[in-house]
């Protein structure tokens, strides 16, 4: 039931990045990760096991229709350097921006050797 909820959070944390245009000074640890075990925020986290693992959790809620290669492409969007540092980094805390543009790298990069 946690990690159900730990999914749900996530979604739900994406969707108000995407439709709340009011939010600001976001701590980087709020943001949405997709990871089971970043706890120190750093690169190293992202590991290629630990992405896929959440992604294709079985208890990940995702819609039937999507294939493997779709729901990997959806979060290589959510943190394409082009999106990420257009929609979500300006929402991030200042001093942290550095660090988000990391994060989303390391993310981007572990997704991209899943597809």
Known sequence: QALQQFFAIYDAKW???????????????????????????????FTREDVLTFVFHP?????MQKSAKDRVKTEV?????DKFDAFV??????????????LAGAAVRALTTIM
């Open 89 to 102: 980094l300006p929402k991030v805390r200042e001093d942290q921006r550095a660090l988000a543009q990391e």
């Open 59 to 63: 208890l990940r809620p995702s819609p």
């Open 15 to 45: 969707a108000e990045l995407k439709t709340n245009h009011n939010l600001s000074s976001i701590d980087v640890r709020e943001l949405p990760w997709p990871s089971l075990a970043l706890k120190h925020f750093t690169v190293q986290e």
């Open 77 to 81: 969007l959510r943190f394409h350097p």
